[in-house]
């Protein structure tokens, strides 16, 4: 499966949301610190790039929508297809196949 059909695999999963509405995955680059994955105060240890990835779902309380964040989902990568990847295992991992459904 290339990555459009998983991003869009992820969205669809009938775990992370209802008939009525979809999954979001947002990707946002963030310059890290490479020996620690992490944002440093000192800006100039953040020398590489990383795309992280949350995963939402809307859910209708009764009077309003909500939005879950899956924590059991963050992830990232050196590239927003790696992300993808790595957030697609993670969706079978946690919630399975639903293509075999």
């Given at each position: 499966m290339n990555h459009v059909d998983k991003?869009?695999?992820i969205i669809d999963?009938?775990?992370l949301g209802d008939k009525s509405s979809q999954s979001s995955i947002e990707l946002t680059p963030h310059k890290v610190n490479p020996l620690n994955e992490t944002i440093e105060d000192d800006i100039s240890l953040n020398t590489e790039y990383r795309w992280w990835v949350e995963v939402t779902s809307p859910e209708f309380d009764g009077n309003d929508w909500e939005y879950i964040h899956h924590w059991n989902l963050d992830t990232g990568g050196k590239t927003a297809e790696e992300a993808i990847d790595k957030v697609y295992d993670l969706v079978?991992?946690?919630y399975g196949n639903y293509d075999e459904i």
């Open positions: 991003y869009y695999w999963h009938p775990e079978l991992k946690h």
